[in-house]
């Protein structure tokens, strides 16, 4: 099976493919942009020219036998209109979002890139739960971008701070609503709240978990 991996930086393009071959998938490996930075600025393009570039995108990675969009980036998924591309490529598209139709929690932490996709993320969480808390942190996805070990990048962006005080507000749940964050997951369950993490049940989706 080969599968095209979509997502903002070359960095989690680069995450999602190492996913998806832990499998023995073959990925096309499609990144929309350089770094945070520019990904950040395309999602302020007119959603018409992005789209355009999305397509595109899908366009190559159907001409290079791709079965399935592996759009491994919460940011795009909340900006492109990846469901009509679905229909008019007629390609399947996973993305985190669906996951988070179902997620249940009595007090959840969001923590994204940007408020782009916070702002999407809470408004489908916020259909089934009572409270929310989202912050979008591009600091952080440009300090995983490094590369330094999760360990380091969460004792410099000073994260166990950030949980103490999810705690101190009850909060029971913390999703990652960047897909930049699966690379420092397990440092984050170090420190006692529950992590919904969509990429399992994305691979679930694609049939490959």
């Known amino acids: 099976m080969k599968i095209a991996v979509i997502a903002g930086t070359k960095v989690d393009t680069q995450f999602g493919a190492d996913i998806l071959n832990k499998y023995n998938v073959e990925t096309v490996n499609l990144a929309m942009s350089e770094n945070p930075n520019d990904q950040t600025a395309l999602q302020y393009y007119s959603k018409e020219q992005l789209n355009e ?20 980036c919460n940011s795009l998924s909340s900006i492109v209109d990846y469901k009509k591309s679905q229909i008019k490529f007629d390609i399947k598209i996973v993305t985190p979002l669906e996951v988070y139709e179902n997620v249940r929690g009595d007090y959840i932490a969001i923590m994204a890139a940007n408020g782009a996709s916070v702002s999407k993320i809470d408004q489908i969480i916020t259909k089934n739960n009572k409270k929310t808390i989202s912050i979008g942190n591009l600091e952080l996805v440009k300090e995983i971008e490094k590369k330094i070990t999760p360990k380091k990048i969460a004792n410099n962006m000073n994260l166990e701070a950030l949980f103490n005080y999810f705690k ?33 049940k994305m691979l679930e989706e694609l049939g490959i978990a």
């Open 168 to 200: 101190k507000i009850h909060v029971d749940k913390v999703l990652l609503g960047c897909t930049h964050l699966y690379y420092i997951k397990d440092v984050l369950k170090d420190y006692g709240i529950e992590i919904i993490d969509p990429t399992q």
């Open 53 to 72: 570039l999305f397509n595109k995108k899908i366009e190559y990675a159907k001409k290079n036998g791709a079965e399935a969009i592996f759009l491994y």
